[in-house]
Structure formats: C-alpha cells, structure tokens
C-alpha cells in the first residue's frame, strides 16, 4: 500500500518558451530543490524549477526541528521557500513533470523531457524528486499517515507528550524503532508477524521497557488504536511504522546514477557535494540520502547548489578536486598543533 497520490498545480509558462539553455535544471521543488536553486540564484545563474507539486510531507500538517521553524506548517514552509525564490530574476519555475532526462548530443549538459513533449536544456542537472512511502496493507493505516501514524520520532515524537506509543513492525529496522521510542513515551511493540526479535533483542527490549505483542493487528481506529484480530484494543497517542521507500522518478535511473540500497529502500549515491556517479547530476533530498527530514533536505540542497555552481564556474574534472574551504584539512596531531 503507498500513499496516495495528489495532483500537481498545471503550468503557468509554457516549457515551449524556454528557447535560452539554463545553467541549471532543479527537477523537484520541494525544501531541497529551492535549497539548491537559491544557491545557484544568488550566483545569478539560470535556472529552471520543474515541480510536480509531491511534497513527500504533505500530509502532515507541521514541521519540527527545523531551526527558527519549529512548528510551522510543511506547506507554508515550502510557500515561503518558493516566493522567496522567485523573486530572483534568474529564476524560472514551470509546474509539471519531467519525464525524461538525457546527456545532450552536443555534450553540454541534459535534455529534460516534459509531460507536454517539450524538451528544456540545462547545464547541470539536479535531482530533488524524493521517494514514496509504501506502508504495510493495515486498514486504517494510510489514511492516519502524518497526523498520528508517523516514521521520524525526531519530527513527531515530541508532541505525543510521552503518552502511549506504538510501533508497527515491517521488518528488522523497526527493532530500532522501538529501542528509540521509549526516550518519548511508554512503548508497545506489535511484532503482527512481520519480524520476531531473538533472545538477545528481547532482553533489549525489556531494559527499555517496551512491550512486546505477538497477536496480528486487524485495523487501526479512532487516533491510532490498535485493534488486533482478537478484538482486543490497545489506544495509541501515537504510532510509528518503519515505510519501505522508492524513487519518485525514473531519472536518475535513466542517467545512470549509480543507486544504493539503504534500510529503508534505494537511493541515488552521492559524494559529500551530492555529486552523483554521472558527472554534472547531482541528487539531493530523500531521494540522495538514507533517512531524511526537512533540515537535512535544506543542508543538502545547499549542498548541491553550491557544487552545481562550482563546476560551472571551474568544470566538472575541477569541481570534482574541491580547493580551500571544501577540502578535508590534514589530520595533525593536537598537541604539536599547538606547539607551532
């Protein structure tokens, strides 16, 4: 079961307009494709936003821990992101999807095909296109996801005001799950057949104090109660289910941007500059790291901004050898450091 799809706002500027090539193409308009398109903005670079409108928080309804945000909307966050933006003349934004992407012929950068069969260029490519949460087939489950069924105890934990929580196991990871969660509240575990933890894990999850239910879970009701096959019922302030995740686009497949796949499911490998394995594509956001959250999309789209525009200003065989403030500092010994 994955999380139903909402629809994305049509365009407002025909890609058919876009007849200059852009420095750089942000496919993704979420927090880390405007982190990296106001990097490139503020070097006064050409860059075109494409956005689908697929913001993988959408549907939860505040942002935590997110510096000087804490407990803003996920919408109003990404609103003010975008007006900000765009007011930057460089900067153009087309609402839609690109289907495509490709190295030029000419060896200049990408072709971006959109859904309309137009094509946009772009020097740099960067891709901010997220991933998609698939949630085990519970009934109750999907329709509760970002108001009280969750996966980040960072983002959520917080706010269920250390009351009742449960953990939903799809697998090994929610092991981890449910050793973290107590830091928040009073935890049960509901194993619903999907992982049995061994005897070493068991007196783990007793130090802790987690409760451990074997009995399958039917449904979940009201706020997130836990109603199991026996009908018995177990109120939840709260629950947490590890997702399985997949790319939202087919792009960097299509480049061959070398994957890994993480706990969670894959993603595009990045270097520390968010450089991908196809030089001139970087990846930032969801679909460029392990796990991720609102600070960690805007630090990585800043991220690839900046060595998006570093490699345009110095080319790829240079942005790949960063000098001065990018490069790691010879390790030395702190005493003799001193000495000197």
């Not at 026996?230 to 994957?259: N, P, Q, Y």
């Not at 960063?322 to 390790?331: D, E, K, N, T």
Request: aromatic share 6%; net charge negative.
């Amino acid at each position: 079961m994955h999380i139903p799809e909402s629809q994305g706002a049509g365009s407002a500027t025909p890609a058919a307009a876009f007849d200059v090539p852009f420095d750089a193409i942000i496919v993704g308009g979420s927090y880390a494709g405007l982190s990296a398109a106001t990097q490139l903005a503020r070097a006064r670079r050409r860059v075109l936003v494409i956005d689908g409108g697929q913001r993988r928080n959408r549907y939860a309804s505040h942002s935590h821990g997110f510096l000087t945000r804490d407990g803003s909307g996920t919408a109003a966050i990404a609103a003010e992101g975008k007006a900000q933006l765009l007011a930057y003349a460089t900067v153009t934004w087309l609402d839609g999807t690109a289907l495509q992407a490709a190295a030029s012929s000419d060896g200049d950068g990408f072709d971006v095909t959109l859904a309309d069969g137009s094509v946009v260029h772009g020097r740099r490519l960067v891709l901010a296109t997220g991933v998609i949460d698939e949630l085990p087939p519970v009934e109750g489950l999907a329709e509760r996801w970002g108001s009280s069924v969750f996966h980040c105890p960072y983002c959520h934990g917080y706010e269920l005001e250390q009351g009742a929580i449960g953990v939903l196991a799809t697998g090994p990871l929610s092991m981890h799950h449910a050793l973290m969660l107590p830091d928040w509240g009073t935890v049960t575990f509901f194993l619903n057949g999907a992982f049995e933890p061994d005897a070493v894990q068991l007196a783990q999850l007793d130090a802790r104090g987690v409760t451990v239910v074997r009995t399958p879970v039917a449904q979940i009701d009201g706020v997130a109660d836990v109603v199991l096959v026996d009908g018995s019922r177990h109120a939840m302030a709260g629950l947490f289910v590890a997702t399985r995740t997949r790319l939202a686009s087919s792009l960097a497949g299509e480049l061959g941007c070398l994957l890994e796949e993480g706990a969670m499911g894959p993603f595009v490998r990045t270097d520390e500059q968010k450089a991908s394995s196809v030089p001139g594509v970087f990846c930032c956001g969801d679909a460029g790291r392990m796990a991720g959250s609102v600070a960690f999309a805007v630090a990585d789209g800043a991220m690839a901004g900046v060595a998006a525009h570093r490699s345009l200003m110095f080319g790829l065989d240079q942005a790949a050898k960063p000098p001065s403030i990018f490069s790691p500092a010879p390790v030395t010994n702190a005493a003799s450091a001193l000495a000197k």
